[in-house]
């Protein structure tokens, strides 16, 4: 009985053979879509923030006229030399290197507000996602110091960002019906951190920043 006859090969013309020689170590390339953010632990899914948002409790803002800033007392020591500060700033950066003092002495960190990366640690801000006097005035007014010690200086949530110093300063103490992230892809992730501050401390929200944190979710 005669075997199959198998199918000729087929020959790779001159110019394809090339070609892929050319492209081969391209598809080796891994492809980026841009720097990685530094994301905080605790980040809620887009569902989960929905479902916090309609549980937070929607009222004025008050006690205005008392806050002060010492009543939420940070930087603390977190371990050894390294207080709250330098401790965002070696779990969110790349490489970095610290001095006996645990201050960073080189690295490199992404802002994810404004997509800025930065080598300097002085270029650099710890941001309360929830500044600290909108929280007073959405509630924290009410709390021990104690608890507004821990909220300033959380670590197990994504109150606390390292990002690019002068935006910080320009976001203040403003809540998003005033202000944004310059970085529009970073809203999601913005609204959804914000979302869940508020909801896990159990604070306040004005009607038009519910809508305003709305508005963001639906771009995640």
Request: aromatic share 10%.
């Amino acid at each position: 009985m005669l075997g199959a006859r198998k199918a000729p090969a087929m020959r790779q013309s001159p110019f394809a053979a090339l070609l892929t020689l050319l492209l081969t170590p391209l598809l080796l390339i891994p492809l980026f879509a841009g720097p990685a953010v530094a994301i905080p632990p605790g980040m809620p899914t887009t569902a989960q923030a929905l479902q916090e948002l309609a549980l937070i409790a929607v009222a004025p803002e008050s006690h205005e006229d008392t806050y002060d800033r010492d009543l939420f007392p940070h930087w603390i020591t977190i371990s050894g030399q390294c207080n709250t500060r330098e401790t965002v700033l070696k779990r969110d950066g790349d490489n970095v290197v610290v001095n006996t003092s645990c201050a960073a002495v080189s690295g490199s960190w992404y802002s994810p507000y404004d997509g800025a990366t930065w080598t300097a640690a002085s270029d650099l801000d710890i941001d309360h996602m929830v500044a600290l006097s909108e929280s007073w005035r959405s509630g924290a007014w009410a709390w021990t110091t104690t608890k507004r010690r821990a909220f300033a200086n959380s670590l197990s949530d994504t109150q606390l960002w390292a990002v690019t110093d002068n935006v910080n300063q320009a976001k203040g103490d403003q809540d998003p019906t005033t202000w944004k992230p310059p970085l529009a892809s970073f809203w999601c992730d913005y609204a959804k951190s914000w979302t869940d501050i508020k909801y896990d401390w159990g604070l306040s929200a004005q009607q038009a920043e519910i809508d305003e944190l709305a508005d963001m979710l639906a771009t995640c």
